[in-house]
């Protein structure tokens, strides 16, 4: 997957490629515009959101030319841009998310889980309802795995897949204590 950050600050780019070369499945690139050949190359633009509300009309007019597109922005403006963000082909990710917060938004785009943000009601398929159960319980990767019967690597991989619908629902679960908080919402735990 082809992914182009298009924006002014060279070290949210830095952190980007830095992140997305860690992850080892994407190409990347920094450009300071949108032009013809981005919007024909690359399969996710991701936006600097940053302090401007124009970014909307310009992330709507990517989307409506077939490329997906992540506007990244502060909770100040992210308000004026909830309409974009409810448009096929258009994610909001806030900057606090940060560049992993990226790249697991851009795994669920790849694995064809995102969807734009929704209210805070959070729908797991019934394996991720158990992977968080176990993991909130107190279970290493490796115990969820042997219970389960799947591997460790698919372990971490539902768990990326239900931190990121957390985060797109506005409750984030960066760390086991919030994915325990989370289960405990969710009554996924007595």
């Not at 182009?4 to 300071?32: D, K």
């Not at 994610?91 to 669920?108: F, I, K, M, Q, S």
């Not at 795995?145 to 460790?152: F, K, M, R």
Request: aromatic residues 4%.
């Amino acid at each position: 997957m082809r992914i182009a950050y298009v924006g002014q600050n060279p070290w949210v780019s830095a952190a980007i490629a830095h992140c997305l070369e860690r992850a080892e499945l994407w190409e990347f690139a920094h450009r300071t515009a949108v032009d013809a050949e981005l919007r024909s190359t690359a399969d996710v633009i991701v936006l600097d959101g940053g302090e401007q509300v124009e970014v909307a009309h310009l992330a709507a007019e990517i989307a409506a030319d077939g490329c997906r597109v992540v506007v990244i922005a502060p909770a100040a403006v992210r308000s004026h841009m909830r309409a974009v963000g409810d448009l096929p082909g258009v994610d909001l990710l806030d900057r606090n998310a940060g560049p992993d917060g990226l790249v697991e938004l851009l795994l669920a785009l790849q694995l064809g889980d995102a969807t734009a943000p929704v209210a805070a009601e959070v729908r797991l398929s019934e394996q991720e309802r158990r992977v968080l159960a176990l993991t909130a319980g107190g279970a290493t990767a490796a115990q969820v795995a042997e219970q389960l019967g799947i591997t460790s690597g698919t372990v971490a991989a539902y768990l990326r897949r239900i931190r990121v619908k957390y985060r797109m629902a506005g409750r984030p679960a960066r760390q086991k204590i919030d994915l325990y908080h989370r289960a405990l919402e969710d009554g996924l735990l007595a």
